[in-house]
C-alpha cells in the first residue's frame, strides 16, 4: 500500500496522523463522492473519522483519490464542514 499526500492536504494544518486515524476510524464513507478537481484523474472518496481515539476528537473530512488495489493520495483534510455531515446523516 502506497500513501501520498498532496501538498493541499497540508493547507488546513491537521497532522497526518489524523487523517489517517480518520480514514481507519472512518464512521463515513462515500465512493465516488465528487467529480475529480483535476480532469482525467479518479473521482474521490470521502472519508469522514474522528482525528484521533481521545472521546470528543472532532471529526475530519478526508477526500482521497483510490486506486486499485490499495493506493490512496490524499488531497484534501480539514474539520469536517456541516454540508459533509449533512451527506452522513441523509444516507440510509
Do not use: C, W
Not at 494544518?13 to 487523517?19: F, K, M, N, S
Not at 472519508?47 to 493520495?73: K, N, S
Not at 484534501?76 to 455531515?85: D, E, F, G, I, T
Amino acid at each position: 500500500m502506497a500513501i501520498l499526500g498532496a501538498e493541499s492536504a497540508d493547507r488546513h494544518g491537521v497532522p497526518h496522523d489524523e487523517a489517517m486515524h480518520a480514514i481507519a476510524h472512518a464512521v463515513y464513507v462515500e465512493e465516488q463522492f465528487d467529480e475529480p478537481r483535476v480532469p482525467g484523474r479518479i473521482r474521490p472518496t470521502l472519508f469522514i473519522g474522528p482525528a484521533t481515539a481521545a472521546r470528543g476528537a472532532p471529526l475530519l473530512e478526508v477526500m482521497v483519490e483510490v486506486t486499485p488495489p490499495r493506493d490512496l493520495f490524499i488531497f484534501h483534510v480539514m474539520q469536517a464542514r456541516p454540508k459533509h455531515l449533512n451527506r452522513m446523516e441523509d444516507r440510509p
